[in-house]
């Protein structure tokens, strides 16, 4: 069974999400290399299940290319977003375990050509909740995520997306 969990890396701490593979009986090897508790079936412990995908938050901060860099090493890229209610249910986390809303880094980048999106993990940039007056097409070429929408900053807390696992 396939499961997707998300690592958002926060400036206050972060949220953890990936595609994760459960082993079934017919399965050896740890399909995860990060350490989790679970309470739902389909996410490891410690974990809050949203559709097919799980999101943790961990505290710890880091810049956008350093969040991307992390992300990387764990097999991953920074979170990408695809739609309203899956915005409100990592905005709910994030206040949840912070009890506020800190900045929080996305996987959104214009750095390759000014104006022309896109997610860090390779999805389609489909869905964005902006805020006001963003994008502003300034020097600005990364995004991130808070409670009154999506704006674009050069260095705040981030969000990252672990890839599928292997299943070889």
């Not at 701490?13 to 082993?23: F, H, N, Q, R, T």
């Not at 679970?38 to 559709?51: D, I």
């Not at 979170?79 to 249910?89: G, I, K, M, N, T």
């Not at 860090?120 to 964005?128: A, K, L, M, T, Y």
């Amino acid at each position: 069974m396939k499961t997707m969990i998300f690592i958002l890396l926060l400036s206050l701490g972060l949220v953890c999400a990936s595609e994760l593979i459960i082993p079934s009986e017919n399965r050896t090897g740890d399909s995860s290399h990060v350490q989790v508790y679970s309470r739902n079936p389909k996410c490891p412990a410690g974990w809050q299940q949203y559709g097919e995908r799980c999101f943790r938050f961990i505290d710890t901060a880091r810049s956008w290319a350093e969040a991307e860099r992390f992300c990387l090493l764990q097999g991953g890229n920074l979170a990408s977003v695809h739609s309203l209610s899956e915005y409100y249910f990592i905005e709910g986390l994030i206040v949840t375990v912070t009890h506020g809303t800190p900045l929080t880094w996305i996987g959104g980048s214009d750095a390759q050509q000014q104006g022309l999106w896109l997610w860090s993990d390779g999805s389609r940039f489909s869905f964005v909740h902006w805020s006001p007056g963003e994008p502003n097409h300034g020097d600005d070429d990364l995004v991130f995520c808070w409670c009154q929408g999506i704006e674009r900053l050069s260095e705040v807390g981030y969000c990252m997306a672990m890839s599928q696992v292997s299943s070889s």
